[in-house]
């Protein structure tokens, strides 16, 4: 799937309508800047995450840097790959849609919880914990 990551982002209306080329297919997630979909990349049938947020003039900065910040770090082994953002048009307030790598397994919550006993093993435990350790390396840079 190819991304807009090469596109330099300094106005937000040149981002492209998303109607066509991503559809929404069920809220996973809610947060406070918007909800996250589970979405499906139309030419492919490919799933993805699609963040979904209100646009405000106050927040274009802000969104410009994590557009920014997402296309630095989507190469990284441990980071949901970045697809791309786009901005739907409607009323009262546009959209914007950040499209991302879809990670069906769940968080180490959902890991937990999953197991039999609530609780994970000391393998798995310094596992999670050294690719932790691998993504703050790769922040502590930024």
């Known amino acids: 799937m190819s991304n807009n990551s090469g596109l330099d982002i300094t106005n937000l209306d040149d981002l492209r309508d998303p109607s066509g080329i991503f559809s929404l297919i069920e809220v996973v997630g809610k947060g406070t800047y918007g909800n996250v979909y589970k979405g499906r990349y139309t030419r492919t049938g490919q799933l993805a995450a699609i963040k979904v947020m209100p646009i405000t003039e106050e927040d274009e900065e802000e969104i410009k840097l994590e557009i920014d910040t997402l296309k630095k770090l989507s190469n990284h082994r441990n980071i949901a790959s970045y697809y791309g953002a786009f901005i739907k048009k409607s009323s009262p307030r546009d959209h914007l849609?950040?499209?991302?790598?879809?990670?069906?397994?769940?968080?180490?919550?959902?890991?937990?919880?999953?197991?039999r006993t609530k609780s994970l093993k000391e393998d798995w435990i310094a596992y999670i914990c050294r690719e932790i350790l691998r993504v703050s390396r790769l922040l502590l840079v930024l």
């Open 97 to 115: 849609w950040l499209a991302m790598e879809y990670c069906g397994a769940g968080s180490v919550a959902d890991l937990i919880k999953s197991t």
